[in-house]
């Protein structure tokens, strides 16, 4: 599907999801941002599902923004080319 975007011309797209979709993007190096709301409150279940499953990441964070809107911060982390971490 995104070989085909990209075929479309597309070259952004903006990705909601889950663990496995957020884990799909960066470990393949589709992903150079991501915009992630904490909102003010704790899910305590250790069970609870987590924004990433382990994975060789061929891209490195490198630039954080953070603002706050209404109670709820929203981060910018930006990716950049570099040495993959696991």
């Known amino acids: 599907m995104v070989d085909d975007l990209g075929e479309r011309g597309v070259r952004q797209l903006m990705v909601e999801g889950g663990t496995t979709i957020h884990t799909q993007f960066l470990t393949a190096g589709l992903a150079d941002e991501i915009h992630l709301a904490v909102a003010p409150f704790?899910?305590?279940?250790?069970?609870?599902?987590?924004?990433?499953?382990?994975?060789?990441?061929?891209?490195?964070?490198?630039?954080?923004?953070?603002?706050?809107?209404?109670?709820?911060i929203i981060a910018t982390i930006s990716a950049a080319l570099g040495a993959a971490v696991s």
């Open 42 to 72: 704790f899910v305590g279940d250790a069970d609870a599902p987590r924004f990433m499953l382990p994975g060789n990441f061929p891209r490195f964070l490198r630039s954080f923004i953070f603002i706050t809107l209404g109670g709820v």
